[in-house]
């Protein structure tokens, strides 16, 4: 079945560790983002890459890289630079070109990451 | 910038029961697209409406539909025959005509408890 594969689901850091979260799709789409959810809180955008070898920071881009070297995959790091790393992370796709609005985003089913 | 407000954070629906959760919009392009997404308590991000600027018509989607006022810029979800299921966060969002950013802006959500 095509879908967006994260993991881990839960994963926890120490203090001043880096972590990379894994996001794979299967849908032949070419845009895909990264987005941090805090408690009763609504998605923010973190990093997002509309084609292979390309990316652009989003709204909260501070401490947290990228790379976009296959369609398929769009693996996030958390570095120790992200102060407060503690949140639902989640990765989403779509296949619109960048001429069209419509054409939902596929999301991942998100990873849980906590420091300890 | 875009923003969406959603200013109900909970709400409360008999079974069987009509509920309408608010969506108010805020952006300067002529062209953009509203979408509603469903979230669970397990996580992911379900599709569920979509409605683009300049459809004449509101949208629907089985129970789903979108009750689309431009002027007053906003895009309200009503669900129909509430059913026990439907319990869950309900976000907003908003997709951008600026060619530079085709991530979707997310308001803060709503919750929805629907009881027997």
């Known amino acids: 079945d095509g879908g967006i594969t994260q993991s881990p689901k839960y994963l926890f850091r120490k203090e001043g560790q880096n972590v990379t979260l894994s996001c794979e799709q299967n849908?032949?789409?070419?845009?895909m983002y990264w987005y941090r959810q805090d408690p009763g809180q609504g998605l923010r955008l973190i990093y997002y890459?509309?084609?292979?070898?390309?990316?652009q920071k989003g709204d909260i881009a501070e401490g947290y890289s990228v790379s976009r070297e296959k369609k398929e995959s769009f693996p996030l790091t958390v570095t120790s630079a992200q102060k407060n790393p503690t949140a639902f992370y989640l990765c989403?796709?779509?296949?619109?070109?960048?001429?069209?609005?419509?054409?939902?985003?596929?999301f991942g089913q998100g990873t849980r990451l906590t420091v300890v | 910038a875009q923003k969406i407000t959603q200013t109900q954070p909970g709400m409360f629906v008999q079974e069987k029961e009509a509920v309408t959760l608010d969506c108010t919009y805020d952006?300067?392009?002529?062209?953009?697209?509203l979408f509603w997404y469903k979230q669970p308590s397990s996580g992911e991000m379900i599709f569920l409406i979509y409605?683009?600027?300049?459809?004449?018509q509101n949208a629907t989607e089985g129970r789903y539909s979108l009750n689309f006022q431009k002027a007053r810029k906003s895009a309200n979800l009503v669900i129909s025959a509430s059913q026990l299921g439907d319990s869950a966060m309900y976000f907003c969002?908003?997709?951008?005509?600026?060619?530079?950013?085709?991530?979707?802006?997310f308001g803060s959500g709503t919750r929805l408890q629907v009881q027997p």
């Open positions: 969002a908003m997709s951008s005509s600026d060619t530079g950013r085709r991530a979707l802006t």
């Open positions: 890459s509309q084609i292979v070898n390309d990316f």
């Open positions: 989403a796709s779509t296949s619109r070109p960048p001429t069209s609005l419509r054409g939902e985003a596929f």
């Open positions: 952006t300067s392009d002529p062209s953009y697209g």
């Open positions: 849908l032949n789409h070419d845009a």
């Open positions: 409605q683009g600027s300049y459809d004449q």
